[in-house]
């Protein structure tokens, strides 16, 4: 059974910095995306980063330049550096991932339980 746990949010001040990071473990066969996710109080969920398989990374606009998406592969984790953060960043942030978990598995999405973020003053 594959897992995300999330870890490493918090309350911070504006232009702040905090790193999120999410494990992943159980039986995975084929790892194809991990990224993060958040949600807003009265919004949808958005994409703010996302690894794909082939190493490239994807942000949206309003975190480029002051997010970075990291990994460590050997032990099947994602980070997100955030910094210079802004209250408008104050959201659960969720790790996901595409994956197999055999190779006779479908394609599936996992997600973390979510951890919070606050930026404010």
């Known amino acids: 059974q594959v897992q995300l746990v999330e870890s490493g949010g918090g309350l911070v001040q504006p232009g702040g910095s905090l790193r999120l990071s999410c494990v992943v473990s159980g039986s995975i066969s084929v790892l194809y995306l991990m990224g993060w996710y958040r949600q807003a109080p009265g919004k949808q969920r958005e994409l703010v980063a996302v690894?794909?398989?082939?190493?490239?990374?994807r942000y949206i606009d309003a975190v480029k330049g002051r997010f970075t998406i990291s990994r460590d592969n050997a032990k099947n984790t994602v980070f997100l550096q955030m910094s210079s953060l802004k209250p408008e960043d104050t959201a659960v942030y969720y790790c996901?991932?595409?994956?197999?978990?055999?190779?006779?598995?479908?394609?599936?999405?996992?997600w973390g339980r979510g951890t919070q973020v606050t930026v404010s003053s």
């Open positions: 996901n991932a595409e994956a197999r978990a055999s190779l006779s598995s479908p394609r599936a999405e996992y």
């Open positions: 690894f794909t398989s082939g190493g490239s990374t």
